[in-house]
């Protein structure tokens, strides 16, 4: 089941969402994965490593005479807040933003478009050298992504098929399916549809005889659906090579459906190569979705 996280402030700037599958047109290269007959194949966005691209996030300055840097990732939520990201390079007029100050650090109270070219190589984070005044606004040239939430439906008609009844269903059940869904072998994921308590599993083994397992432990809501995807653990060792072998990465996260989501700062070639590499023990390149914080500007 999913969860939701505590303590940080996760950015969901457009192109947090968006996956990169068709994003954007014209300013980069599309990569296609293979195809699978039971799995989406999407199209990963290249971005050009010196292209002219624009982003948005928190400006952020630790001390009076430190480096500014670009925060597109997680803020803590504290005061003052805390955030990192690559270093700008380049003019910034603090008076032209909505800026607060506090115990030597100064930051932007909301988020700001910076237009330039991101530079992996520059130092820790990277660096981020403006091609124009940062701004409030969106650039012109930038096409926001349509975003794609997720769809977790109810996988079945009779969700009480089995023995299972209308508003059943104790915390302590609850507790108890939680726990033996990570027991189960071939668990890829699930979801609570009704926002309360009708579960929907997903496995890679006979869905039947695993709903007959579950339903002895729970006695509301439940459909079981077999489908061919990675498993959990598969998605969570994954995840923690990508933490080991990236430690840029901005966000990575199981959506409960077989597939990782990760963002990366920009998803140039060698980048989207380093990931690729990476999973490849546990995931396939159609069990990803990647996102590029900075995009190119497409006029």
């Known amino acids: 089941?999913?969860?939701?996280?505590?303590?940080?402030?996760?950015?969901?700037?457009?192109?947090?969402?968006?996956?990169?599958?068709?994003?954007?047109?014209?300013?980069?290269?599309?990569?296609?994965?293979?195809?699978?007959?039971?799995r989406p194949s999407p199209t990963h966005q290249v971005?050009?490593?010196?292209?002219?691209?624009?982003?948005?996030?928190?400006?952020?300055?630790?001390?009076?005479?430190?480096?500014?840097?670009?925060c597109t990732g997680a803020v803590a939520e504290s005061y003052p807040p805390q955030c990192g990201g690559p270093r700008i390079v380049g003019d910034v007029d603090w008076n032209v933003l909505q800026t607060e100050r506090s115990g030597g650090v100064t930051w932007t109270n909301g988020d700001v478009w910076g237009v330039g070219r991101f530079d992996a190589s520059g130092g820790e984070?990277?660096?981020?050298?403006?091609?124009?005044?940062?701004?409030q606004r969106p650039p012109e040239g930038h096409v926001a992504p349509s975003a794609q939430t997720p769809d977790f439906p109810q996988l079945c008609d009779d969700p009480y098929a089995g023995g299972g009844r209308p508003g059943a269903g104790s915390a302590e059940q609850q507790n108890a399916l939680s726990i033996r869904l990570e027991e189960v072998d071939g668990y890829i994921?699930?979801?609570?549809?009704?926002?309360?308590?009708?579960?929907?599993?997903?496995?890679?083994?006979?869905?039947?005889?695993?709903?007959?397992?579950?339903?002895?432990?729970?006695?509301?809501?439940?459909?079981v659906e077999q489908r061919d995807a990675a498993t959990l653990k598969d998605v969570q060792a994954a995840q923690d090579a990508l933490a080991k072998a990236l430690p840029g990465l901005l966000m990575t996260g199981g959506r409960g459906d077989g597939t990782l989501e990760v963002q990366v700062t920009l998803l140039d070639r060698a980048t989207l190569d380093k990931v690729l590499e990476t999973v490849e023990p546990w995931l396939e390149p159609q069990d990803l979705r990647m996102a590029s914080t900075f995009q190119p500007l497409t006029g």
């Open 1 to 38: 089941m999913s969860g939701r996280p505590t303590g940080m402030r996760r950015r969901m700037a457009t192109a947090l969402l968006v996956l990169a599958a068709g994003a954007l047109t014209g300013c980069g290269e599309s990569v296609q994965s293979a195809p699978n007959p039971q």
């Open 47 to 70: 971005v050009e490593p010196d292209a002219l691209v624009a982003g948005r996030g928190m400006l952020m300055q630790k001390s009076a005479d430190g480096p500014i840097e670009f």
């Open 125 to 135: 984070g990277g660096t981020f050298t403006l091609d124009r005044p940062l701004s």
């Open 189 to 223: 994921g699930s979801w609570v549809s009704d926002g309360q308590s009708m579960f929907n599993v997903l496995v890679t083994g006979d869905a039947s005889q695993v709903h007959k397992e579950l339903r002895a432990i729970w006695p509301g809501g439940l459909c």
